[in-house]
T-cell receptor, first 116, second 119 residues
């Protein structure tokens, strides 16, 4: 079974401050991990993904995440927040079973607010 | 990059009528399509998974006779909400996974979502 836990349903930072959104996963198979961003009334946009290559993954818009197997974590960071980063962020996990990649399992999401 | 076009973006329908939502993969072959439902301020709930040419697999608690899914081609999947009721009002999102120039894309490409309001 797989699951994702996002710590903090709401994170607020000041513009220019570090963004840290936490994600811990549970998976019985080697996981693939994803971070998505969702703006109001829109679909999900992929920020970055970990697919068993480099453990430090760089994504779009200056975001990056580090896969830490020992901590079962995949936290999302950005050195300097921008007003346009305000959105809902979802961490997700999938894995292979029998050679077939399963569906995404989503965390509950973290709403990021950026204060001027 | 991979693009999934979802239509309509918003629809308002009367209670008892049916609504069809389309998702098209524009530049890749979507061998698998996932349909999600998202309640306000909530995460995405997987409704069903469909593989091209096969019957959809529905998640527990999802009525397959109410939410009809068709995935007849590698570029098109549809979700039809039959006999819609106000409690079906929600945000529906499709997600496609497939092959691009012979390479499986391990990511999932999402449509832009459909806001359904049943009055």
């Amino acid at each position: 079974a797989q699951s994702v836990t996002q710590l903090g349903s709401h994170v607020s930072v000041s513009e220019g401050a570090l963004v840290l959104l936490r994600c811990n996963y549970s998976s019985s198979v080697p996981p693939y991990l994803f971070w998505y961003v969702q703006y109001p009334n829109q679909g999900l946009q992929l920020l970055l993904k970990y697919t068993s290559a480099a453990t430090l993954v760089k994504g779009i818009n200056g975001f990056e995440a580090e896969f830490k197997k020992s901590e079962t974590s995949f936290h999302l960071t950005k050195p300097s927040a921008h007003m346009s980063d305000a959105a809902e962020y979802f961490c997700a996990v999938s894995g292979f079973r029998g050679g077939s990649q399963g569906n995404l399992i989503f965390g509950k999401g973290t709403k990021l607010s950026v204060k001027p | 990059g991979a693009v999934v076009s979802q239509h309509p973006s918003r629809v308002i329908c009367k209670s008892g009528t049916s609504v069809k939502i389309e998702c098209r993969s524009l530049d890749f072959q979507a061998t698998t399509m996932f349909w999600y439902r998202q309640f306000p301020k909530k995460s995405l709930m997987l409704m069903a998974t469909s593989n091209e040419g096969s019957k959809a697999t529905y998640e527990q608690g999802v009525e397959k006779d109410k939410f009809l899914i068709n995935h007849a081609s590698l570029t098109l999947s549809t979700l039809t909400v039959t006999s819609a009721h106000p409690e079906d009002s929600s945000f529906y999102i499709c997600s496609a996974r497939g092959w691009d120039r012979g390479v499986s894309n391990y990511g999932y490409t999402f449509g832009s979502g459909t806001r359904l309001t049943v009055v």
